[in-house]
T-cell receptor
């Protein structure tokens, strides 16, 4: 299995632009998670899906952030409009069950908003 | 409040020496505990996890961790460190029914001297 695949690996954009991050979970996994990693706040869970349905989005920082999972093999995290404070590494992870099971992480998207 | 504390931001050990990385947690429910490792530019990889039972758990790459409920600790150990162990290590806590809503510590960066 190729693992969790995220794209792009790096994204540099200007403040105010829309940014879309993509994730393909491991085939057969039914839970998907979006995390954000910054020096100041460490790793934070933004949102997670179970069977393509958003279960908990309490970690989404504000309305500029949105996430979708149209099918079991694809998810997007969108920031519109982007701001410099959104600069971070965004990780997608998937797991077989919703419970506190083993998470498989993608390699992340390094986002820089200028 | 739920939290994970890794007191050591950076540790340097000599190759072949033993290693202990500290982790303390504060969590209301029965905790599920994890150690993840992150190599530069990569996502997180699970080293080991504790759900219940034997409080000494074995993981991959020769790592082990011991759950001590009385001390709210879950320290990671390795008897002999290899240069390839240089990475950042994250302790995390979750609970049954909380999905992948893991709370991560700030991480400990491990450097290995030849």
């Amino acid at each position: 299995d190729a693992g969790v695949i995220q794209s792009p690996r790096h994204e540099v954009t200007e403040m105010g632009q829309e940014v879309t991050l993509r994730c393909k979970p491991i085939s057969g996994h039914n839970s998907l998670f979006w995390y954000r990693q910054t020096m100041m706040r460490g790793l934070e869970l933004l949102i997670y899906f179970n069977n393509n349905v958003p279960i908990d989005d309490s970690g989404m920082p504000e309305d500029r952030f949105s996430a979708k999972m149209p099918n079991a093999s694809f998810s997007t995290l969108k920031i519109q409009p982007s701001e410099p404070r959104d600069s971070a590494v965004y990780f997608c992870a998937s797991s077989f069950r919703q419970g506190a099971e083993k998470l498989f992480f993608g390699s992340g998207t390094q986002l820089s908003v200028l | 409040a739920q939290s994970v504390t890794q007191p050591d931001i950076h540790i340097t050990v000599s190759e072949g020496a033993s290693l202990e990385l500290r982790c303390n947690y504060s969590y209301g429910a029965t905790p599920y505990l994890f150690w993840y490792v992150q190599s530069p530019g990569q996502g997180l990889q699970l080293l080991l996890k504790y759900f219940s039972g034997d409080t000494l758990v074995q993981g991959i790459k020769g790592f082990e961790a011991e759950f001590k409920r009385s001390q709210s600790s879950f320290n990671l150990r390795k008897p002999s460190v290899h240069w390839s162990d240089a990475a950042e290590y994250f302790c995390a806590v979750g609970a049954l029914g909380q999905g992948g809503k893991l709370i991560f510590g700030q991480g400990t960066e491990l450097s290995v001297k030849p």
